[in-house]
């Protein structure tokens, strides 16, 4: 499974970013940014429209959301150690389940807003914004563990050569 996964995800990369597994990476991950960008804007909406538990659920998928895009850039460009980048991992792949979680409710409200003659425009945008956010975390999640060591290799691949460029200072001797 991991060796076919990491083929897919060389075979995606060397068709969309010329081979290179960060520029697939980064391009997935501002994608994923851009989509945040529009359930923040449709929480806001949700939450000035319906009352009580759609709306805490929209302001609390947005925080979450909004969290997970700052420290993952930060994660991303600035702290890529093992650790940081197996957490940024964890917390993609729990924001993944929690927005297929979400659609899933969202789906059963569509369904019981349709049965009292309400309006579910909202919800069917909403619940397929869930859906497309859930796909591109997981999708980003697996693509980030198929290329996790080439990341964390040319991390440390360039503190080598710093390494190697210093030299220590000689000793002055006084005769």
């Known amino acids: 499974m991991g060796t076919a996964l990491s083929s897919a ?12 597994s960060r520029k697939l990476i ?8 851009f989509i945040s960008i529009v359930q923040i804007f449709i929480a806001l909406y949700t939450m000035s429209s319906r009352g009580g538990t759609e709306a805490f659920v929209s302001l609390w998928s947005s ?39 979400m659609f899933l409710i969202l789906f ?21 914004v869930c859906l497309v956010q859930s796909i591109l975390l997981g999708s980003f999640a697996a693509i980030l563990a198929a290329h996790r060591s080439e990341i964390l290799d040319q991390k440390i691949s360039v503190e080598e050569e710093d390494d190697v460029a210093y030299e220590a200072p000689k000793r002055l001797s006084v005769v």
């Open 63 to 101: 925080i979450v959301l909004l969290v997970l895009c700052v420290g993952g850039t930060v994660i991303m460009r600035k702290f890529q150690s093992s650790v940081a980048v197996g957490f940024f991992m964890g917390s993609v792949v729990a924001a993944s389940q929690m927005f297929l979680l």
């Open 108 to 128: 059963g409200y569509i369904e019981d807003r349709l049965e009292n003659d309400l309006p579910v425009d909202g919800e069917r945008l909403n619940s397929f």
């Open 9 to 20: 995800t060389t075979s995606l990369s060397v068709a969309l970013c010329d081979g290179s």
């Open 26 to 33: 980064a391009g997935w991950w501002y994608f994923i940014l």
